[in-house]
């Protein structure tokens, strides 16, 4: 999977890929990420990147300009599977969305600042539009970052046997269960007796039990 980010803080984007299992899958060539400075697209000597909004109002706008020469140079490059905007306004992000992209081979993602973009951009270069919440950050860039960590991490080869994706919350619309290690009693909190028991269809049925009980507790909405 090819991963394109068009940014104008690229330097806000690079520590999340340098690190822990992103960097790993990055090295081992099961992803590429590539950061894109939105004003190494521009014309002028200022390397404008946004102008008032016409009809007034406060807020700077990002124009098509220079968004449209780096996609249209991306897109000379290769075939694209989504063009995503990074939005508040965008569809919340969950694991569906997230399992769905990681089958993708080539997606671009745009990172929104100011105001946003102009609509234009959106009309005719954007395939999808995701939020990661209902709260507004100052840009896109930390969205984009969630969105490739939530994505690459299912790639198949990137999480190990026991790092596994399918037992994650959410896979199944659960929540996961709770989870233990040793000491088995820590002054005095113990480990529950069903896990030493080497029943495994018993501990399998005792996780799927504790998983169904927090999640009819915490998110019921996902029992719906
Ligand atoms: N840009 C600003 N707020 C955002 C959000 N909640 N999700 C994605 N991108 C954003």
């Not at 014309?43 to 109002?57: A, E, I, L, R």
């Not at 220079?66 to 995503?84: N, T």
């Not at 969305?97 to 609509?119: P, R, T």
């Amino acid at each position: 999977m090819r991963i394109d980010i068009i940014t104008v803080l690229p330097e806000l984007l690079k520590s999340p890929f340098e690190a822990s299992i992103l960097k790993r899958a990055i090295e081992a060539g099961l992803v590429e990420v590539h950061l894109h400075n939105l004003r190494d697209f521009t014309s002028d000597n200022y390397k404008s990147v946004d102008d008032y909004q016409f009809g007034g109002g406060a807020g700077m706008v990002m124009m098509i300009e220079p968004i449209d020469k780096c996609i249209s140079k991306l897109k000379q490059e290769r075939q694209y599977d989504e063009i995503i905007y990074m939005t508040p306004d965008g569809k919340t992000l969950n694991q569906g969305i997230a399992n769905e992209l990681s089958l993708k081979e080539n997606i671009i993602i745009l990172c929104g600042h100011y105001k946003g973009v102009d609509q234009r951009i959106r009309d005719h270069f954007i395939t999808r539009e995701i939020s990661i919440g209902d709260y507004v950050l100052s840009g896109g860039e930390l969205g984009a970052a969630v969105l490739c960590d939530a994505v690459i991490r299912l790639i198949p080869g990137v999480l190990g046997n026991e790092t596994s994706a399918l037992t994650d919350s959410f896979q199944d619309n659960l929540l996961a269960p709770p989870i233990y290690t040793r000491p088995r009693d820590y002054k005095g909190w113990k480990v529950p007796d069903v896990l030493f028991s080497g029943n495994f269809p018993e501990i399998e049925k005792w996780r799927e039990e504790e998983a169904y009980k927090r999640t009819k507790e915490r998110r019921p909405d996902l029992l719906d």
